[in-house]
């Protein structure tokens, strides 16, 4: 679990309720279900407008990691690494093939697959670096999705506001009710801005953090395949991969 991410948006939430209630108000001024149809509908339309389905569907099906992240992964793909260099160093590489289907992550059973199947570390290192380019470029859309729904949301914010005020001035002769019906007008535009500044752009930012990772992960793994080819030292595999658990990767893990 990611604390910060729980914390974040109930801190956030709160406050801004607790604010609204020091001041005198209550949560049925800002819960209009027709100012949030108009929103959210309108945000989702032009996302989709955009973005192709299927990458307006992965980057919901990623939300799960915004708030979940498997802790020390890093670690344990060095161990991993490890364990297969000891076993290629005392029967071979080929003798990897057995692990093959223990394996669960693709990028690193295809690397391996290739190692064991006798490709040279170069040739491994060209192919599996266009897979990760090829993936980097992909996932690099899903956090966009949030970001443009982050960019989209205030203005529809702002149609929906205009809308409401439109049918306002239409009954100007009940000039009791133009003041309450000029509120609720703008309860559209709470929920454009708000949408955008405590969910879309920060779900964003830390899908980036997410995705970025594990571009890194897959680095290791690569990184690690290919020393396996080459025959290093186990020990030397260790501290080489080391190198890629700085300090906020380190934080970022204890910390989930």
């Given amino acids: ?3 910060a991410s729980f914390f974040g948006i109930l801190l956030a939430v709160v406050g801004i309720v607790a604010g609204l209630l020091l001041e005198g ?9 027709t100012a949030a149809m108009i929103v959210f509908g309108g945000t989702l339309g032009a996302v989709l407008l955009q973005f192709p389905l299927r990458t307006v569907l992965d980057a919901f099906r990623r939300l799960g ?3 979940v992240t498997p802790k020390g992964q890093n670690k344990k793909l060095i161990q991993v690494l490890v364990g297969f260099a000891n076993k290629a160093r005392r029967s071979g590489v080929v003798s990897l093939d057995s692990d093959l289907k223990t394996i669960e992550d693709p990028f690193l059973r295809q690397a391996l697959t290739l190692a064991v199947d006798g490709s040279e570390p170069a040739e491994l290192r060209k192919m599996m670096n266009l897979a990760l380019d ?3 470029e992909s996932e ?3 956090p966009a999705v949030f970001e443009s729904a982050g960019g989209f949301s205030p203005t529809i914010g702002i149609l929906g506001a205009v809308l409401g005020l439109i049918q306002v001035m239409q009954h100007l002769d009940k000039i009791d009710e133009v003041g309450k019906g000029i509120a609720v007008a703008f309860v559209a535009t709470i929920y454009g801005v708000g949408a955008a500044n405590l969910f879309f752009l920060p779900m964003a930012g830390k899908l980036r953090i997410r995705i970025k990772d594990e571009h890194q992960r897959r680095e290791m793994m690569l990184e690690g395949v290919i020393s396996i080819l080459e025959g290093i030292n186990p020990r030397m595999l260790e501290l080489k991969l080391s190198g890629y658990l700085d300090d906020a990767t ?7």
């Fill in 134 to 136: 090829t993936r980097a």
């Fill in 25 to 33: 108000g209550n949560l049925g001024q800002i819960v209009q279900p």
């Fill in 1 to 3: 679990m990611d604390k």
């Fill in 140 to 142: 690099d859309r899903q």
């Fill in 250 to 256: 380190e934080v970022r893990e204890q910390a989930a």
């Fill in 65 to 67: 990691h915004v708030f």
